[in-house]
């Protein structure tokens, strides 16, 4: 039974990859190629020392006894045991160094730059608005195609680590500290990232997407998110009202409105992302409303605190406000 079950997480990790969004070995970037060129260098490496392995395990069980005895004499463990090894492993070291060299120092300047901020456990992001002003957003972030960016890496409380495999390879983010990372998307498409280091409760439920999309699209979409988003409608008013009353207010902002705080994300324009609460719930109005209601209970850990005092159709009317944000 176990084994059995160990086979069948075994296949499933190796189907995995090739099926999804946020895979490695699934490349839509420069630097993702270099990883998974390293990666596939490894698996090979690792296979053909294996078998080799294998092989000498079975001589030295079954082999004629003359090669036994050359298999284990002192020459035998020197070279296979410490000199194979070492030279090896600095090959493998050098040749990752070499092949990331763009990636670890680059003193071209970029092209963009966005800002992102780890928090427990969503995604803080800016962009730097035309007018010099930044542009605050929050789990998804938009960049254009083939178009270098620079992500400013920082942490508001633990470490987290920004990781998004078909892009490129994983940087942390470390209290008191910025780093940076530079991803290129050769393609338009939606790719998935995960905060990869332990940060928490809803760590699992951390992740993210990056939009790429061609750069007169991108531009207008940037353009946009510099307006103030306008409600309309009388359910929507409703929202607009309850949301200003209810204290929503003090932890999340919405552009051109009172609305200002700064401890959740961002929700000026939460009804044009694809997900909520860090690519956890896809975004629709009554997933808002859920989430809103008791948002541990989709995202255990969440430090949204739970809003039940709000009738059905309360939720309802706040849930149509914030989708109408665009
Ligand atoms: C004490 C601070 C606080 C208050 C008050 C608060 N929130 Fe939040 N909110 C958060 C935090 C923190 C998150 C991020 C949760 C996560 O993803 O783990 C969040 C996330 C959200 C999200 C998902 C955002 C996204 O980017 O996907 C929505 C929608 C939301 N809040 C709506 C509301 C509404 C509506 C109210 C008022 C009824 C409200 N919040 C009140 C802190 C707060
Ligand atoms: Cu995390």
Not at 155 to 175: C, E, N, Q, R, Y
Request: glycine share 8%.
């Amino acid at each position: 039974m176990t084994l059995l079950r160990s086979l069948v997480i075994c296949v499933g990790l190796l189907i995995l990859p090739a099926c999804q969004r946020q895979s490695a070995l699934a490349p839509a970037g420069e630097e993702a190629e270099r990883v998974a060129l390293l990666s596939w260098i490894l698996f090979a490496g690792a296979a053909v020392i294996f078998a080799i392995v294998l092989a000498a395990l079975w001589l030295a069980i079954a082999g004629p006894e003359q090669l036994r005895s050359r298999l284990r004499a002192e020459g035998a463990i020197r070279f296979w045991g410490i000199a194979f090894p070492t030279l090896t492993l600095a090959t493998l070291l050098g040749y990752g160094l070499w092949l990331m060299r763009e990636t670890i120092a680059s003193p071209r300047p970029a092209e963009m730059r966005v800002e992102v901020t780890g928090e427990q456990f969503w995604w803080r992001i800016a962009y730097d608005g035309r007018a010099g002003k930044p542009v605050a957003e929050a789990n998804e972030i938009r960049i254009p195609v083939g178009v270098e960016v620079e992500f400013v890496l920082r942490t508001a409380d633990v470490i987290h680590s920004f990781w998004v495999p078909s892009l490129g390879g994983k940087l942390d983010m470390i209290p008191g500290r910025t780093n940076r990372m530079r991803l290129k998307a050769q393609r338009a498409g939606i790719y998935r990232g995960q905060c990869a280091e332990y940060c928490g409760t809803a760590h699992a439920q951390m992740s993210l997407e990056i939009v790429a999309m061609p750069q007169p699209e991108f531009d207008a979409w940037l353009a946009a998110a510099e307006r103030p988003p306008g409600p309309d409608g009388t359910v929507v008013e409703r929202g607009a009202a309850l949301f200003h009353s209810s204290g929503c207010d003090a932890c999340h902002a919405v552009r051109g409105t009172q609305a200002a705080g700064t401890i959740g994300p961002d929700l000026s324009r939460i009804g044009g992302r694809r997900f909520l609460a860090a690519a956890t719930l896809p975004n629709t109005a009554e997933n808002i409303a859920r989430f809103i209601a008791e948002p541990a209970a989709v995202k255990p850990g969440s430090l949204m605190p739970p809003f039940a005092i709000f009738s059905g159709e309360e939720r309802q009317a706040l849930a149509a406000y914030l989708a109408s944000l665009k």
